[in-house]
Nanobody
Framework: QVHLVESGGGLVQPGGSLRLSCAASGFSFSVYGMNWFRQPPGKERELVAQISRTGATTNYAHSVEGRFTISRDNARNTLYLQMDSLKPEDTAVYYC???????WGQGTQVTVSS
């Protein structure tokens, strides 16, 4: 059974940093591209960042490029999202998802506010 468990969210001031983690189990993590999505309050879920199976290729939404870094540790079946220079508009519930698998975790709340 596929499990995705996001963690690392919290309340942070504008300009601060957070590192999100996604612990994956129940599937062959290393053979899937992985993604971070987010859903701001009252808005649709949106794609934030993508990473290839090996981590060699990454892509970012324009709104986070240069501030967020996606990475993965295939030995630990874990996906990461380093978020720097956070802005209030980054406030959202953040989710991880594997390519082609229709499973979502419970998400982790990120709130950027002074």
């Amino acid at each position: 059974q596929v499990h995705l468990v996001e963690s690392g969210g919290g309340l942070v001031q504008p300009g601060g940093s957070l590192r999100l983690s996604c612990a994956a189990s129940g599937f062959s993590f290393s053979v899937y591209g992985m993604n971070w999505f987010r859903q701001p309050p009252g808005k649709e879920r949106e794609l934030v960042a993508q990473i290839s199976r090996t981590g060699a290729t990454t892509n970012y939404a324009h709104s986070v490029e240069g501030r967020f870094t996606i990475s993965r540790d295939n030995a630990r079946n874990t996906l990461y999202l380093q978020m720097d220079s956070l802005k209030p508009e980054d406030t959202a519930v953040y989710y991880c998802k594997a390519d082609r698998l229709g499973y979502w975790g419970q998400g982790t709340q990120v709130t950027v506010s002074s």
